[in-house]
């Protein structure tokens, strides 16, 4: 069954500093990737997804991922953080071809505490 | 941008009373939504989906009859909490799909949903 794995629960970076969360995915086909960021008490927001095509994608906020096949990782990164960065970032596959074709299967999510 | 609006974002009610959520697409048709459920902590955990015209499709182990989705129209969805009691308190978070197949998935705001 398709997985997403976010091995790091909590994350405190200082301001300015650069940043990586992890991402892996367990898939059996070509997968679908996306880094959705949720601010508390809110809904989440899309940052960046990879359908196919350049390995390295852009998103909103300065943000970007890098899809590595041979690593099953989809990580995020940052070069230099704000403070309103601070929220909850999941990551999430798909689709699911265990049901409706465009499911999303997201990872436990990690939560990024910035310092002054 | 594309807006998902999602009303109540917050209701405290008494045990055994029904409650119902809505989920508007604004600026967009969505065929399909999404139905999420997230505790403390923790990721979204995917209820059901919602087709416009159709049945809702419900994950394992979720209560079709306890959870009521109607998708009667291109841009509503709505879920109704039924007989409602403490342990159905949670966030729940609804998405919308713009366009088909993995098109991005637009998220409403949260309802948070506390049963006393």
């Known amino acids: 069954a398709q997985s997403v794995t976010q091995p790091d629960i909590h994350i405190t970076v200082s301001e300015g500093a650069s940043l990586e969360l992890r991402c892996n995915y367990s898939y059996g086909a070509t997968p679908y990737l996306f880094w959705y960021v949720q601010s508390p008490g809110q809904g989440l927001q899309l940052l960046l997804k990879?359908?196919?095509?350049?390995?390295l994608v852009q998103g909103i906020k300065g943000f970007e991922a890098e899809f590595k096949r041979s690593q099953s990782s989809f990580n995020l990164r940052k070069p230099s953080v704000h403070w309103s960065d601070a929220a909850e970032y999941f990551c999430?596959?798909?689709?699911?071809?265990?049901?409706?074709?465009?499911?999303?299967?997201f990872g436990t999510g990690t939560l990024l505490a910035v310092q002054p | 941008g594309a807006v998902v609006s999602q009303h109540p974002s917050r209701v405290i009610c008494k045990s055994g009373t029904s409650v119902k959520i809505e989920c508007r697409s604004l600026?967009?048709?969505?065929?399909?939504m999404f139905w999420y459920r997230q505790f403390p902590k923790q990721s979204l955990m995917l209820m059901a989906t919602s087709n416009e015209g159709s049945k809702a499709t419900y994950e394992q182990g979720v209560e079709k009859d306890k959870f009521l989705i109607n998708h009667a129209s291109l841009t509503l969805s709505t879920l109704t909490v039924t007989s409602a009691h403490p342990e159905d308190s949670s966030f729940y978070i609804c998405?919308?799909?713009?366009?088909?197949?993995?098109?991005?998935?637009?998220f409403g705001d949260g309802t948070r949903l506390s049963i006393l």
């Open positions: 600026d967009f048709q969505a065929t399909t």
């Open positions: 999430a596959v798909g689709p699911d071809y265990g049901g409706a074709t465009n499911k999303l299967i």
């Open positions: 998405s919308a799909l713009q366009g088909e197949g993995l098109g991005p998935q637009h």
């Open positions: 990879y359908f196919s095509g350049d390995t």
